[in-house]
């Protein structure tokens, strides 16, 4: 099993939509959760940091974190075609571990 | 306050050839962490360095190593190149104060 997972995409959303992005990770003992954003070509981008359970809002983001589940997702509200990119959900120990992606298009 | 930087930006080596990769970190950070990129594997975590000293290591061969001067500048060296290690290899910064990794713009290498 890989260490982490996210759901496969890509994933289509037309503008103004909510976009959802789900990650599970296997380690029970990763404290911190990072959202990453990477354009094509370029590198990754934190958007979003989250430690404890429940939910973090950031503009137009949110994450929501459930360790009991191993859970951690993404919503981004009112997508715009700025957002089309790869989100990367990644969990620390002591190293970064990555999730594979998921690329999302936003259709205007 | 300035970025992650890389340089070079951009490497065309050749099989068997040798390329030191250079990063300095966010002004302040004393962590710097590598990882390679690549379409296959996604990314992956080389070794992460703290106030001069090898912190962490990933499961990678011994033709990479990293070394961190004092002024947390760091440096990775990759030896007897493999066509495989063509990858995008990222640099991340953090600060002593929380996990979050900062990154620079990644050095594509192409070995030929």
């Known amino acids: 099993q890989k260490e982490v997972e996210q759901n496969s995409g890509p994933l289509s959303v037309p503008e103004g939509a909510i976009a959802s992005l789900n990650c599970t990770y296997s380690?029970?003992?990763?404290?911190?959760f990072f959202w990453y954003r990477q354009y094509s070509g370029k590198s990754p981008e934190l958007i979003m940091s989250i430690y404890s359970n429940g939910d973090k809002e950031d503009g137009r983001f949110t994450a929501q974190l459930n360790k009991a589940s191993q859970y951690v997702s993404l919503l981004i509200r009112d997508s715009q075609p700025s957002d089309s990119a790869t989100y990367l959900c990644a969990v620390r120990d002591y190293k970064l571990s990555f999730g594979a992606g998921t690329t999302v298009t936003v259709r205007a | 306050k300035a970025g992650v930087t890389q340089t070079p930006r951009y490497l065309i080596k050749t099989r068997g050839q040798q390329v030191t990769l250079s990063c300095s970190p966010i002004s302040g950070h004393r962590s710097v962490s590598w990882y390679q990129q690549t379409p296959g594997q996604g990314l992956q975590f080389l070794f992460e360095?703290?106030?001069?000293?090898?912190?962490n290591k990933g499961n990678f061969p011994g033709r990479f190593s990293g070394r961190q001067f004092s002024n947390s500048r760091s440096e990775m060296n990759v030896s007897t190149l493999e066509l495989g290690d063509s990858a995008l290899y990222l640099c991340a910064s953090s600060s002593d104060r929380n996990n979050e990794q900062f990154f620079g713009p990644g050095t594509r290498l192409t070995v030929l």
């Open positions: 360095y703290f106030s001069e000293t090898q912190r």
């Open positions: 380690d029970r003992v990763s404290q911190s």
